[in-house]
């Protein structure tokens, strides 16, 4: 899942395509550091509480400062089952 970093969204440079160097990458005006904190909550709840009830999620960029998954995954237990309904 592709994000941006605090700075960059404050700055509005978004760098370049991960894939197209050529491409370029708008941030919108109204899009926020929170915002996208709060994309990546709702998306693991989901995965979590929805998705993954006998799924083992490994996020192979937990390492990176910048990884937004990384304080989820890393809070997860390899093997935990959520109980929540």
Same mark, same amino acid.
């Given at each position: 899942?592709?994000?941006? *970093? &605090? &700075?960059?969204?404050? +700055?509005?440079?978004?760098? *370049?395509?991960?894939? =197209?160097? !050529? ?8 899009? +926020?550091?929170?915002? =996208?904190?709060?994309?990546? $909550? $709702? ?9 993954? !009830?006998?799924?083992?999620?490994? /996020?192979?960029?937990?390492?990176? &400062? /910048? ?5 989820? *995954? !890393?809070? *997860?237990? !390899?093997? &935990?089952?959520?109980? =929540?309904?």
């Amino acid at each position: 899942m592709d994000g941006w *970093t &605090e &700075e960059q969204i404050r +700055t509005r440079s978004a760098g *370049t395509h991960a894939f =197209q160097d !050529k491409k370029p990458l708008n941030i919108s005006s109204n899009y +926020t550091y929170d915002f =996208q904190r709060r994309e990546t $909550v $709702v998306f693991w709840d989901y995965l979590l509480n929805i998705i993954g !009830k006998d799924v083992e999620y490994i /996020n192979l960029g937990e390492i990176y &400062e /910048n990884n937004m998954s990384a304080d989820i *995954t !890393k809070n *997860t237990q !390899k093997g &935990e089952k959520n109980e =929540q309904n």
